[in-house]
């Protein structure tokens, strides 16, 4: 079993930045795949990115590629996000998520926190 607590969301103007952390605890939880995906009103969860266990591989979603940067400190057990250039259509809630694949879909992911709402102000 993989705990997952999001933290680091808030509210911020469009251009600004925020990091967005993910801690894990619980058996082998480095030894998992990391992904964040987001929410926003009336929408479906969509994918936002991922890293491998070891840190050494991410993708993203096109529309956060150049801003977004996802990292992970497995001495922390902890994924972060850096979040640049944000524009209001980045608002959403953001889910961390772990799982063993390497896909963009949700239902593939074994464990999820809770959310952290991210709002960007136009």
């Known amino acids: 079993q993989v705990q997952l607590v999001e933290s680091g969301g808030g509210l911020v103007q469009a251009g600004g930045s925020l990091r967005l952390s993910c801690a894990a605890s619980?058996?082998?939880?480095?030894?998992?795949?990391m992904a964040w995906f987001r929410q926003a009103p009336g929408k479906e969860r969509e994918f936002v990115g991922l890293?491998?266990?070891?840190?050494?591989?991410?993708r993203y979603e096109d529309s956060v590629k150049g801003r977004f940067t996802i990292s992970r400190d497995n001495a922390k057990t902890t994924m972060y996000m850096q979040m640049n250039s944000l524009q209001p259509e980045d608002t959403a809630v953001y889910y961390c998520?772990?799982?063993?694949?390497?896909?963009?879909?949700?239902?593939?992911?074994?464990?999820w926190g809770q959310g952290t709402q991210v709002t960007v102000s136009s």
């Open positions: 998520a772990a799982g063993r694949g390497w896909i963009s879909l949700a239902r593939a992911y074994d464990y």
């Open positions: 619980g058996r082998a939880a480095n030894g998992y795949n």
């Open positions: 890293i491998s266990w070891n840190g050494a591989n991410t």
